[in-house]
């Protein structure tokens, strides 16, 4: 196995993840899942995913693709390829599995999942986030983690705008 493989094995195919969900599930793990477009990685985004995790044995990332991210923030985005993105969430420990999805929300991936807790970031309330009435009604639960202040995307980038 090479250095890096155990990286790479973390980006799954929707079909692979939903086999390896049934493992998972098959062996008693809680499954998470959140999603973005984890554009510019930041440290809002890592404090984010890493308290995510803490809700269950095996966090899934859902990764927005660059079609997807372009209709939903714009033709100057992703700033990173989603190939480097996907790399970059799933080099991180506490992010288990990496699924891009490229429609507008995550919800068919979250139905083909099923995971125990749905977490997002606190610009959301629990009525606006895709996937919480689904998630609630399989006996689940859904998190909002408090964003931290002074970190997102947009402001990096209009803060290197500027320079």
Not at 28 to 34: E, P, S
Not at 93 to 111: G, M, Q, R, S, W
Not at 119 to 146: H, L, M, R, W
Request: glycine share 8%.
């Amino acid at each position: 196995m090479q250095k890096l493989d155990w990286i790479q094995q973390k980006i799954y195919s929707r079909e692979d993840l939903e086999r390896e969900c049934h493992v998972w599930r098959a062996t008693g793990k809680k499954l998470v899942f959140t999603n973005g477009c984890f554009d510019i990685l930041h440290h809002g985004h890592l404090d984010l995913l890493a308290k995510a995790a803490d809700f269950g044995n095996i966090l899934i990332l859902g990764l927005n693709t660059d079609n997807s991210v372009q209709r939903l923030k714009g033709p100057d985005r992703p700033i990173t390829n989603e190939n480097d993105r996907a790399f970059q969430v799933a080099s991180l420990l506490c992010v288990d599995a990496v699924c891009l999805f490229d429609e507008d929300t995550p919800e068919e991936l979250i139905k083909l999942i099923k995971p125990d807790v749905l977490v997002k970031g606190g610009d959301y309330t629990i009525d606006n986030i895709v996937g919480a009435e689904f998630v609630q009604s399989c006996g689940g639960s859904v998190e909002i983690i408090p964003f931290v202040a002074g970190y997102s995307t947009t402001s990096i980038i209009d803060r290197i705008k500027k320079l």
